[in-house]
């Protein structure tokens, strides 16, 4: 196992290989867009990214509008902020629902990373911005210590990660999506408990360090029980080289050549690809089938996204890479009689190790365990996946799970080559 050093080391790099590409405003140096495509919002060009989102077409979404919009789901973004201002967000975003404990800034985006999960997820298409998946959703945004928050004031008054997670499944937000990593604390662990007792469905990047074949972080919060983990997928619906993989993988969705905001000026689109698009749009596929089924529990709902994936291999024997498979939203939707299974029964209770899911719509308030997981990561949080040496966890530095930069080489995820056994995330 690497040292704690040598890990924090790669991850330096691989972050400054990231904003090495990042910086893409309008006024950028030639040389600096050459490993990047470019477009311009409405703003400052008329151009329509909506062009670009070939998932809408794939996933069937026009199809999928038909019979449910996310209409009534609230969506917790937490992130680096959310701005409500883009003609894409404008009278989606419920800066209000924010708990006053953890509303600073909640709508000042230091990134762009925010903005874009919230447009991917509900954005109206308006001004030729992002077309959400779920545009009958709202967003309920959550400004966190993340990359690119400088230190100083600013940074001592926006809410850590854990904070913000409580607050949310405090709320009646019912989904809460993370597009990022660095949760590895006992009290981000019991946060995620917190919130899973709640009866909120917790989707998480897995991140984008398997680039290079020999670096695989997994990160927390996804590597968590009770977190749906999100593998990035391509057009031709195969994994894309980028993605991280290993036992904690459940879904995958699409994460490659995505439009994103390319910086917090909001001035320009960049092509985008990683796994925290993936984690947004499943929060979106999520956000349409509860407002179809408003009684539906958290177990319920994420049993219907792990049955009705799109996938080549035997459900009980899911893929270190896409999981269960790649989501398809359209097949409960389309199904006005669709059986999701009994409310009660966490579909991954093996997988997550308990049945703290069990009783979370009836019962909403179970302390949180702090005492599980944490035992098995180091104190560099490090940690080695149950019945698999596939995957690694990242440092403690929260870190945002998109890259903008060209698209990357691809893995299947079909074939029995891909598939494994795994005991996932047992305690």
């Given amino acids: 196992m690497k040292s704690g050093t040598s890990r924090r080391a790669e991850q330096a790099a691989l972050l400054s290989a990231r904003y090495g590409r990042r910086a893409r405003a309008a006024g950028a140096v030639v040389g600096a867009l050459a490993a990047v495509s470019v477009s311009f919002a409405p703003s400052a060009a008329a151009y329509d990214e909506q062009s670009k989102q070939w998932y809408l077409d794939t996933m069937q979404a026009e199809k999928m509008w038909k019979v449910s919009t996310g209409k009534g789901v609230k969506v917790a973004v937490i992130d680096t902020g959310v701005n409500a201002n883009t003609p894409s967000l404008k009278g989606q975003v419920l800066a209000d629902d924010v708990p006053k404990a953890v509303a600073y800034h909640a709508t000042v985006d230091y990134d762009g990373h925010g903005t874009s999960m919230a447009e991917l997820i509900a954005g109206t298409g308006s001004g030729g911005g992002l077309q959400g998946l779920a545009p009958g959703a709202k967003i309920v945004p959550y400004r966190v210590q993340l990359e690119g928050l400088k230190s100083g004031a600013e940074k001592d008054k926006t809410p850590e990660p854990a904070e913000a997670l409580r607050a949310a499944a405090d709320t009646d937000a019912k989904i809460i999506s993370m597009s990022f990593g660095g949760m590895t604390t006992e009290e981000d662990e019991a946060a995620i408990d917190y919130a899973a007792?709640?009866?909120?469905?917790?989707?998480?990047?897995?991140?984008?360090?398997a680039d290079d074949g020999k670096t695989n972080f997994i990160d927390y919060p996804a590597g968590y029980p009770y977190v749906i983990g999100v593998a990035a997928a391509d057009e031709s619906l195969t994994v894309s080289k980028f993605s991280s993989y290993g036992n904690?993988?459940?879904?995958?969705?699409?994460?490659?050549?995505?439009?994103?905001?390319?910086?917090?000026?909001?001035?320009?689109?960049?092509?985008?690809?990683?796994?925290?698009?993936?984690?947004?749009?499943?929060?979106?596929?999520?956000?349409?089938?509860?407002?179809?089924?408003?009684?539906?529990?958290?177990?319920?709902?994420?049993?219907?996204?792990?049955?009705?994936?799109?996938?080549?291999?035997?459900?009980?024997?899911?893929?270190?890479?896409?999981?269960?498979?790649?989501?398809?939203?359209?097949?409960?939707?389309?199904?006005?009689?669709?059986?999701?299974?009994?409310?009660?029964?966490?579909?991954?209770?093996?997988?997550?190790?308990?049945?703290?899911?069990?009783?979370?719509?009836?019962?909403?308030?179970?302390?949180?365990?702090?005492?599980?997981?944490?035992?098995?990561?180091t104190s560099t949080g490090g940690t080695s996946a149950a019945g698999s040496s596939a995957a690694e966890s990242s440092n403690n530095t929260n870190t945002l799970w998109i890259t903008i930069g060209a698209a990357a080489a691809l893995i299947l995820i079909a074939g029995a080559g891909v598939a494994v056994t795994r005991a996932r995330r047992a305690r």
Avoid at 284 to 291: F, T, V
Avoid at 317 to 322: E, G, I, L, N
Avoid at 356 to 368: I, R
Wanted: with cysteine; net charge positive.
């Fill in 248 to 377: 904690y993988v459940d879904v995958a969705a699409p994460g490659a050549e995505i439009p994103a905001w390319c910086n917090a000026t909001f001035r320009a689109y960049c092509d985008s690809k990683g796994t925290s698009a993936a984690a947004a749009l499943t929060s979106a596929a999520a956000a349409l089938i509860w407002s179809a089924h408003p009684n539906w529990t958290v177990n319920q709902v994420t049993r219907s996204l792990i049955d009705t994936a799109g996938r080549t291999w035997a459900k009980d024997d899911p893929s270190k890479y896409a999981g269960y498979g790649f989501i398809r939203p359209r097949v409960v939707l389309e199904n006005a009689n669709y059986d999701a299974g009994p409310a009660n029964v966490d579909p991954l209770a093996k997988d997550n190790g308990g049945d703290l899911l069990a009783n979370s719509a009836s019962s909403p308030s179970p302390s949180a365990s702090t005492t599980s997981r944490a035992q098995q990561r």
């Fill in 197 to 209: 007792s709640k009866g909120k469905l917790l989707i998480a990047a897995v991140g984008n360090n």
